[in-house]
């Protein structure tokens, strides 16, 4: 079965210090991640893919399958970063979903 | 955005009615979603959609039925609405689908609250 993790429901940082939030997931084939975001007032999008390698908005996220990881991260975060953020792994036709981290840059 | 409009986008109703939201695609995608987003819980599957008349069921698919007579129309019904379906309803859409990593399009959301 599928199952991704997201351990932070809360995560609060200064404008300017780096951000990471966590990701960990369960398959038992070859994963496809991904990492959704959800601005105020805006419909759930999508920030990045693993298959992609790139950064967007200034995140990255690397796949670690010894971890079973896909951590997302950005060395210093902006004020337009608060969002909720959701981890998502794709296989069976689906895609499933974390519960999702609540980030919330301060000034 | 992608064309999705999810209707309606509030609803207040009591514990035993039928309730039905409608999803409607512009895009021609082959692949849709009904989510439910719930605090703590995050995103969950409710069911999806991989063709006309072809669906399956999601994660969390008891109380839950859904249909699909037409490409651009995905209907999800609660038969008999609980208190436990108060929820925030996503509709989500894909061209590539899932095995080939295609990005998925979600509408606005829909509000329920069931008395």
């Known amino acids: 079965a599928q199952r991704v993790t997201q351990p932070e429901k809360l995560l609060s940082v200064f404008k300017g210090a780096p951000v990471e939030l966590k990701c960990n997931y369960s398959y038992s084939g070859s994963p496809e991640l991904f990492w959704y975001v959800q601005y105020s007032r805006q419909r759930l999008q999508l920030l990045l893919r693993h298959i992609s390698r790139e950064s967007i908005k200034g995140f990255t996220a690397d796949l670690n399958k010894g971890e079973t990881s896909f951590h997302l991260k950005k060395p210093f975060a902006q004020e337009e970063d608060s969002a909720m953020y959701y981890c998502?792994?794709?296989?069976?036709?689906?895609?499933?979903f974390g519960q999702g981290t609540r980030l919330t840059i301060n000034p | 955005d992608a064309g999705i409009t999810q209707s309606p986008r509030h609803k207040v109703t009591e514990t035993g009615t039928p309730v039905t939201l409608r999803c409607h695609q512009t895009?021609?995608?082959?692949?849709m979603y009904w989510y439910r987003q719930d605090p703590g819980h995050g995103l969950r599957l409710i069911h999806y959609s991989y063709g006309v008349k072809d669906t399956d069921k999601g994660e969390v698919s008891d109380g839950y039925s859904v249909s699909r007579s037409k490409t651009e129309d995905f209907l999800l019904t609660l038969e008999s609405a609980t208190s436990s379906q108060t929820s925030v309803y996503f509709c989500?859409?894909?061209?590539?689908?899932?095995?080939?990593?295609?990005?998925?399009?979600f509408g606005e959301g829909s509000r329920l609250t069931v008395l």
């Open positions: 998502a792994l794709e296989g069976a036709q689906k895609l499933v």
């Open positions: 895009e021609n995608h082959r692949y």
């Open positions: 989500a859409i894909s061209d590539g689908g899932p095995m080939n990593t295609g990005e998925l399009f």
